[in-house]
């Protein structure tokens, strides 16, 4: 298995001061990686500090052997394969569909196709402007750039924010199909943790900044009290 993402001893944060602390995580090619925990954990702040917009305090991030630079570099790092769909999905409102597309992908040229076989429902709003895309359709669009960019290593920040069930339940196994297909290593943060455990590989859980548990997606599942503990920033709810 090829490691693609290897932190190790990771402080990050903000103005000198880490709200991570001591991560340590592996994403490896073909892998689902699930990063869990509660609101103001530290989920996105790692992911930032992955793209290479983040402070790194000490500790390390690298990326197929390269080590991302401490202080913001993140069109460095998006050139080495790594693609981050953030919690706001980071489409153009302006642009329609197509343009958002087009423009996914720093070089060479985008297989617009491929977002389709994905997302068939895209195949029809081409023309249409990304703001006037419904919440769910924003997100196929988010996803589908990502697809066309061709990431080694995709990250996705609650994906299901804001999102019916019926919806985030159908794009959830995308990020799998993602993996499985192109080898791609997935590092999906996501608030609803069973859906997450049921097409991951592997989980951490950060608690208020400090890993808390990490484990197989069974190993995490078959342990739901400590689990469940970890959101509510205790060691375990048995004593
Ligand atoms: N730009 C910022 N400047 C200073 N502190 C920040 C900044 N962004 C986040 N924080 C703080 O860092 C901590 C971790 O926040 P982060 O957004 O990484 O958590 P999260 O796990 O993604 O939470 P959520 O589930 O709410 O998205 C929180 O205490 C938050 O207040
Ligand atoms: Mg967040």
């Given amino acids: 298995m090829t490691n693609l993402l290897e932190i190790e001893k990771l402080h990050t944060g903000y103005d000198g001061v880490a709200v991570v602390r001591d991560l340590d995580l592996t994403v490896n090619a073909g892998e689902v990686v699930a990063l869990l925990g509660p609101n103001g954990a530290g989920k996105t702040t790692t992911l930032t500090t992955i793209s290479g917009m983040g402070d ?6 690298t990326i197929m052997g390269r080590p991302v630079p401490r202080l913001r570099h993140a069109h460095r790092v998006a050139r080495w394969g790594v693609t981050h769909v953030p919690e706001n999905r980071g489409i153009l409102f302006q642009l329609t569909v197509r343009e958002n597309l087009e423009m996914a992908k720093t070089k060479g040229k985008v297989d617009i196709d491929r977002a389709v076989e994905y997302f068939p429902a895209l195949g029809s709003l081409m023309h249409r402007r ?3 895309l419904s919440g769910g359709e924003q997100q196929m669009l988010a996803l589908g750039r990502a697809i066309v960019a061709e990431p080694k290593l995709l990250m996705v920040d609650e994906m299901s924010l804001g999102l019916a069930p019926v919806i985030y339940e159908e794009l959830m196994p995308v990020v799998r199909r993602i993996a499985d297909e192109t080898n791609a290593g997935v590092l999906l943060v ?3 943790v069973d859906l997450a455990l049921e ?4 989980g951490y859980v950060l608690s208020h900044g400090d890993l808390a548990m990490h484990g197989t997606a069974s190993e995490l599942l078959a342990d739901r009290h400590l689990l469940d503990a970890s959101y509510l920033g205790v060691e375990s709810l048995d004593d």
């Fill in 56 to 61: 790194i305090i000490s500790g390390s991030v």
């Fill in 190 to 192: 996501e608030q609803h």
């Fill in 199 to 202: 097409v991951a590989d592997r």
């Fill in 130 to 132: 990304g703001g006037l």
